[in-house]
């Protein structure tokens, strides 16, 4: 038998000593605990989701799932942290309709969200809620509307930046009432709510995921919820739609996202930690409490992720640029 040259030798050598590698690097994988970025406030609602998410996946992966709050510029900061973090399996993101919206809001944006990250899929989506401040004169929709249109510049809105679903629900609400209010940005609608809990600003649209309970006892004013249907978690509470605002509807996706290059076995591994998480009884319950509803399974894939990213960058982006609100 022939013997074949050295240099092939070598090449067949080097490329099963990559490939032992490479096997050996996903069997080990995750080895060390792993990060997943929060683009808001610590305790607000993608927080809540996140961290919730973050414990339960960790059961499957067998190492911590670290959550890290990065804000700033309603949340395209923390997607630009990730964009630009090694690519090892070992930083994650968790983002919300932002990942979309964003791309119309910012007309230089530092990453583009359809080819520059990986896609793990697709976690809950959660209804929002229009709040008021406690004692705020009107007490349903049709009564804020009209009251909005006397007093609009006098009271003011609160979100949590450019980027944000309370900043695209209050824009929206402006839109549809015809009228132009003063906003307040914060990093999170965690220290929103405070402000309108403490009286410091008048209206937010935000997410039941933290605003059922101060719903339940009263602390808020609620004029309505942002889906077309009315939810469970709030059955009594009318649509935004039903009170007068016709075909007023948003509602919160979140999705996992990678640095691009991130290993395919750690893409899997992470995805496949996702899907478990996502069928957990205590992870179910505690969304529902929280009046989230776990994605179906088509949307628990990268790709199911990745094909809605796009149908919300091509809904969003013509009522943004519309509406001609710019964060630069
Ligand atoms: C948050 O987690 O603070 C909210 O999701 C921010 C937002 O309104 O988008």
């Known amino acids: 038998m022939n013997t074949p040259p050295t240099f092939l030798r070598r090449t067949f050598t080097g490329l099963a000593l990559a490939a032992f590698a490479a096997s050996a690097w996903s069997q080990a994988y995750p080895s060390k605990a792993i990060?997943?970025?929060?683009?808001?406030?610590?305790?607000?609602?993608?927080d809540v989701v996140a961290r919730t998410l973050a414990a339960t996946m960790a059961k499957t992966l067998g190492q911590t799932v670290v959550v890290e709050n990065k804000l700033g510029a309603g949340g395209t900061l923390a997607a630009g942290y990730v964009m630009k973090a090694a690519p090892d399996g070992y930083t994650f993101l968790i983002h919300h309709?932002?990942?979309?919206?964003s791309t119309a809001l910012y007309r230089k944006l530092a990453y583009n969200p359809m080819t520059d990250f990986e896609y793990v899929g697709q976690v809950v989506d959660v209804p929002m809620t229009l709040l008021g401040k406690k004692g705020l004169a009107p007490k349903t929709l049709p009564e804020l509307v009209t009251y909005v249109k006397a007093n609009g510049r006098g009271m003011n809105l609160a979100h949590a930046g450019l980027g944000a679903v309370s900043q695209l629900c209050g824009m929206l609400f402006q839109q549809a009432v015809g009228v132009e209010l003063p906003t307040v940005p914060y990093q999170g609608t965690a220290p929103a709510l405070n402000a309108l809990l403490g009286g410091q600003v008048d209206l937010l649209c935000d997410q039941t995921t933290q605003t059922l309970q101060h719903i339940k006892v009263g602390s808020v004013q609620l004029y309505g919820v942002t889906t077309l249907e009315r939810?469970?978690?709030?059955?009594?509470?009318?649509?935004?739609?039903?009170g007068g605002l016709k075909g007023f509807e948003v509602k919160v996706w979140h999705g996992v996202y990678a640095p691009k290059g991130t290993p395919r076995a750690a893409l899997e591994k992470f995805n496949e930690a996702l899907r478990v998480a996502l069928k957990d009884p205590t992870f179910a319950t505690r969304m529902t409490e929280l009046g989230a509803v776990i994605v179906p399974e088509s949307k628990q894939t990268p790709e199911g992720l990745k094909t809605w990213l796009q149908s919300e960058i091509d809904k969003?982006?013509?009522?943004?640029?519309?509406a001609g609100v710019y964060a630069d």
Request: glycine share 12%; hydrophobic share 45%.
């Open 35 to 46: 990060t997943l970025v929060v683009p808001f406030a610590a305790g607000g609602p993608t």
């Open 97 to 101: 309709n932002g990942m979309a919206t």
């Open 231 to 242: 939810i469970p978690s709030l059955p009594s509470a009318p649509t935004l739609s039903e």
């Open 316 to 322: 969003w982006g013509p009522v943004i640029r519309a």
